[in-house]
């Protein structure tokens, strides 16, 4: 009999449901795909639901349900924090209190509440949940393993080794110190919303000048030659007040934090170049440190620092690994996948077999994308007759083409300049659009970017696209020739790719530097001459890969403009209905479902697009 685990992770942000199957992930979803509320963190009940119906079970069929920390270890974190900051804490302690005395306390309760059934439930913990995630699902044997987050329980990093189907920890750094916090506490201090503007401040940063980042080690980061810190506590708020950070950052910092949604100053571009400066550096004496304590030629990335894939790509380029592998669900959704793969493994003491093909254990040629994640296409598809019904009773014309011409077709409306919404497959797990539930145009337009900014995505203009490219080709346009699926590494692009600047064009500051082609693909380029890489595998996407392999030959250009389905404040579209409706809501011009395309300029006159505006014109 097929024994299957429901992993959750729920109540902080990002909630997500897994489930796997005799250590197969069968499916895995964020909670919000389902409820469009963004980052939804209640219960995942909408996302255990779809897992169950993809594997054609109930909760009776379950051998248990799996949560991803232990609430009790997180409050008594609260209680020594709040307690121990009195009376200023009490506040903060009062407000939190209602909301774990009624539910957080009582997760077996809620599971079961939730679930219907009264199913077994165990727990893992926080950044073991998060290692089993990097570990468990990648293309390795054995592998050094690196987790970084804001806190879970009382750790906010850990480093340790995996090895066959077992996990061991080697060095943790306990809260307050975090390394995750202080990159959130920048993000609220450049004008960004706390646990979920992490990747604008990351964005930002290349157009500043690290001008703060002595500053920053001198007085707010004491950090060590192995990579361990402590925080200067005096500069932050989030131990025992509702704030971030403290009135003395702004004295450290020429000025109080920047207020949301007002205008961006050198000043802040300045500060997130700083910010991520002293992040890298942090992030690479950890990995030295982890690679000389383990000997590993391997490493594991999972927690939300993880997905700062600046950061990642100078750990593969400068740092002593032989191969990297990021889990693509990196933050605390990816904790459901972790905890359900490490109950399966070390609870119930399954064996752990890896593809002696992909595994890169010691070949550093293998094949990274043939991992455990199936390309992280791990939520729900619609097959054609689905969306055929759907645009039927929708009244919206549709071209229904044969897969082998849609490539090409959709490949010539590309080249045309035109922004397509890509609706293929099954929904991506994470935070990135790999080709399932992506918007696409042509990296070649030195206008698509500021087009898709304000047109499409309706989001702020100095924000970066990411290249997908052919996997075979990755190295004659980027400083990298290795696998990147999940969109998780930056490199640069190739020296003879790119533009050179005139005198005057080095001259500009800020946001006018986003005015300068780059190179051969201004719209995927950075003004630091970077790219976030997506590669693409014919046996990972072959739909994705064979629209790629159409543009390349018509066009020369093996790489195609990516990025999320969605608009800015709503998550990635889930089903055909979410594709339409917000290919409608903005100035995108095809619209791809399965085989279907859609032409804006023949769809009936759509009525919401004003109230929608205002209801997402905010994060």
Known sequence: MPRYILGISAYYHDSAACLICDGHIVAAAQEERFSRRKHDARFPTLASKYCLQEAGIGVADLECVAFYDKPLLTFERLLETHLGTAPK???????????????????????????????????????????ASAFYPSPFSEAAILTTDGVGEWTTTSYGYGRGNQLHTLAEIKFPHSLGLLYTAFTYFTGFKPNSGEYKLMGLAPYGEPKYSARILEEVVALAEDGSFRLNLSYFDYVAGLKMTSSAMDALFDGPARKPESPLTQREMDIAASCQK???????????????????????????????????????????????????????????????????????????VVDSAGDATDNPTADLSTDAMSGSYLGPAFADDEIEAFLQGQGAPAILLGAEDLPARVAAILADEKVVGWFQGRMEFGPRALGGRSILGD??????????????????????????????????????????????????????????????????????????????????????????????????NAPYYDLLTAFHSLTGCPILVN?????????????????????????????????????????????????????FELD
Not at 571 to 599: A, H, K, Q, S, W
């Open 443 to 540: 990296p070649r337009s030195a206008a698509m970017q500021e087009q898709m900014n304000l047109k499409i995505k309706y989001r702020e203009s100095f924000r970066p696209f990411a290249p997908s490219i052919l996997r075979e080709h990755v190295a004659d346009w980027f400083e990298m020739d290795c696998d990147s699926p999940y969109m998780l590494l930056v490199a640069p692009v190739k020296q003879e790719r790119q533009i050179q600047m005139t005198t005057a064009q080095q001259a500009l500051f800020g946001i006018d530097k986003l005015k300068v082609p780059r190179s051969e693909i201004p719209a995927v380029t950075h003004v630091d001459y970077s790219a976030r890489v997506q590669t693409v595998r014919r046996e990972v």
């Open 89 to 131: 804490g009490l506040r903060l302690y009062w407000k939190s209190m209602s909301v774990w005395l009624n539910q957080k306390l009582w997760i077996p309760q809620e599971v079961r509440r939730e679930l219907e059934y009264d199913v077994q439930v165990v727990f893992g913990e926080h950044h073991e949940s998060h290692a």
């Open 278 to 352: 002293v992040t890298e550096e942090i992030l690479l004496r950890m990995a030295r440190t982890v690679h000389r304590e383990t000997g590993l030629k391997n490493l594991c990335l999972a927690g939300g620092v993880a997905l700062n894939c600046v950061g990642n790509g100078r750990i593969l380029r400068e740092g002593p690994f032989d191969n990297l592998w990021i889990q693509p669900a990196a933050g605390d959704a990816g904790g459901a996948v972790g905890v359900a793969l490490a109950v399966w493994y070390r609870h119930f003491e399954q064996p752990r």
């Open 563 to 615: 990025t999320s389905f969605n608009v800015r404040g709503e998550p990635i579209v889930c089903t055909p209905e979410d594709g339409y409706r917000c290919f409608m809501r903005t100035e995108m011009d095809f619209l791809v479902l399965g085989n279907y395309l859609l032409d804006k300029r023949d769809q009936p006159r759509w009525q919401e697009e004003a109230s929608w505006q205002q209801e």
